[in-house]
C-alpha cells in the first residue's frame, strides 16, 4: 500500500481505453487502496487507475468528506449541465472551465464484486464524469469547447512539467500547488 506517481499528460497510458476488472481479488483492494493514499498525498478529489498507470476500469474520490471508490462504471446523465472549473492531477497546478452534466448516476461495483449505484450533482457529479472518462482514454481538455482547449493547450505547453511524461519509463515527481487548484484536482 503506497502512494504511487502520478502519470501526466504526454504518457500514453492516459490516452489508452482501460480494461474492466474480472478478479475481484486482493490485487485490486490494494489498487483501490493505492488509488486513495495517492489522491489524498496529492491531495485531489479523485484519482483514475489509468493515472498511475494501471489500465483497469477503477477510480477513487474524496468529496465532501467521502471517500468512494467504484469498479467497472456506467453513467446516465442529466441533460442540465453545469459550468465550472476543473482540475486533472495530470495536469498539475492547471484548472479551465469545463462544460459537464448537472447530475449523474454511476453503476459499477465495489472493490468486492457487490453492485453499487452512486448519485451525484455539482462536483460528485463532475468527478464521476472525470474519472469516467479516464477509463476511455479521455481526458478533460477533450471536453472543453474549442476556444477554451485553445488556451488550454497554450498553458499546458508553457507549463514547467509540460514535455516529462514518461521519458524512457521516468515518472517525475511533480509538487501540485493546493493552492491553485484548491485540492480539487480530479
Ligand atoms: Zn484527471
Redesign the pocket.
Known amino acids: 500500500m503506497t502512494v504511487q506517481s502520478i502519470r501526466l499528460f504526454g504518457d500514453p497510458v492516459l490516452v489508452t481505453p482501460a480494461n474492466p476488472v474480472t478478479d475481484f481479488d486482493k490485487e485490486l483492494r490494494n489498487l483501490v487502496s493505492d488509488l486513495t493514499q495517492t489522491m489524498q498525498a496529492a491531495p485531489g478529489a479523485g484519482l483514475?487507475a489509468p493515472?498511475i498507470g494501471v489500465p483497469l476500469r477503477v477510480f477513487v474520490w474524496d468529496i465532501d468528506d467521502e471517500l468512494g471508490h467504484l469498479v467497472n462504471p456506467t453513467l446516465d446523465l442529466s441533460e442540465e449541465m453545469q459550468e465550472g472549473e476543473e482540475g486533472?492531477?495530470?495536469f498539475p497546478n492547471l484548472s479551465f472551465d469545463t462544460p459537464r452534466a448537472f447530475r449523474a448516476v454511476a453503476k459499477g461495483f465495489n472493490m468486492y464484486g457487490d453492485p453499487v449505484v452512486v448519485e451525484g450533482t455539482e462536483l460528485l457529479a463532475r468527478c464521476l464524469q472525470?474519472e469516467t472518462d479516464?477509463l476511455n482514454g479521455v481526458l478533460?481538455i477533450d471536453r472543453m469547447n474549442s476556444e477554451q482547449r485553445k488556451i488550454a493547450m497554450k498553458e499546458i505547453r508553457e507549463s514547467d512539467w509540460f514535455g516529462l511524461a514518461n521519458q524512457n519509463g521516468f515518472v517525475p515527481k511533480i509538487k501540485i500547488s493546493p493552492h491553485n487548484t484548491h485540492g480539487q484536482?480530479?
Open positions: 483514475a493515472q486533472c492531477l495530470s472525470h479516464h478533460f484536482g480530479l
